[in-house]
């Protein structure tokens, strides 16, 4: 029996399915995941990030990740330690950043993989379009956790599951590297579970403050 990736319980149960995949929802946590058989081998996952145009230059993408970086810039100080966890290829957070005086690292598996990233703590991390493309939700969440010191801020940015009518009509599962989706309920159930504060800034963006 298949479990949810989240929290490890079997209660899954059929959400939604279309032509190319089918994604249960989780009766504990609320996750909505696609099994494992509809995953995709990293060479292909990794094919389709490359096609990825993500450039530090593009306006409209610093504004679409200034949703992210603004709320935590507000709330640490410039001597604050951050990371930028699943950057990609064109890391843009950081420059934003170091545009304001603060300094972030990069960290991502494909891109900028470098463990010693993962091999300390810090005062904020940003993960924006990134949860939704891994499998082993338990295992990320934990590393999080274990990245993130007393009194530190985790901003997620990744869009909400609602319903069933809306999903079923929702360009965001059709990308197939989109694995697991999060709804406002998973977020809570996530704050719960590691003891983090969490703020609901807006419909694709959260932010937890680990107490």
């Not at 410039?78 to 005086?101: H, R, W, Y």
């Not at 891109?111 to 379009?129: G, H, R, S, V, W």
């Not at 990308?175 to 977020?187: A, G, P, R």
């Amino acid at each position: 029996m298949s479990t949810c990736p989240l929290c490890q319980q079997p209660e899954l149960q059929l959400f939604h399915q279309d032509k190319f995949r089918d994604y249960m929802r989780c009766q504990h946590c609320a996750l909505v995941s696609v099994p494992n058989k509809f995953l995709l081998n990293a060479a292909d996952e990794k094919a389709i990030y490359d096609q990825h145009q993500n450039d530090a230059n593009d306006l409209g993408y610093r504004k679409f990740l200034s949703r992210a970086l603004d709320p935590v810039l507000a709330r640490v100080d410039k001597n604050a330690s951050g990371l930028d966890f699943g950057c990609g290829p064109g890391p843009t957070i950081s420059v934003m950043a170091a545009e304001q005086g603060f300094e972030i690292s990069n960290y991502d598996l494909y891109y900028f993989n470098q463990p010693e990233k993962l091999a300390k703590q810090y005062d904020f991390i940003t993960m924006t379009e990134v949860i939704e493309h891994v499998a082993d939700a338990q295992a990320l969440l934990t590393r999080l956790d274990s990245l993130l010191k007393p009194g530190s801020i985790l901003l997620v940015m990744t869009k909400r599951v609602t319903d069933v009518t809306a999903f079923s009509k929702w360009h965001y599962k059709n990308d197939l590297t989109h694995i697991n989706f999060y709804s406002t309920d998973t977020f809570e159930w996530i704050a719960q579970q590691y003891g983090w504060a969490l703020e609901v800034l807006g419909n694709d963006v959260v932010l937890f403050t680990k107490r």
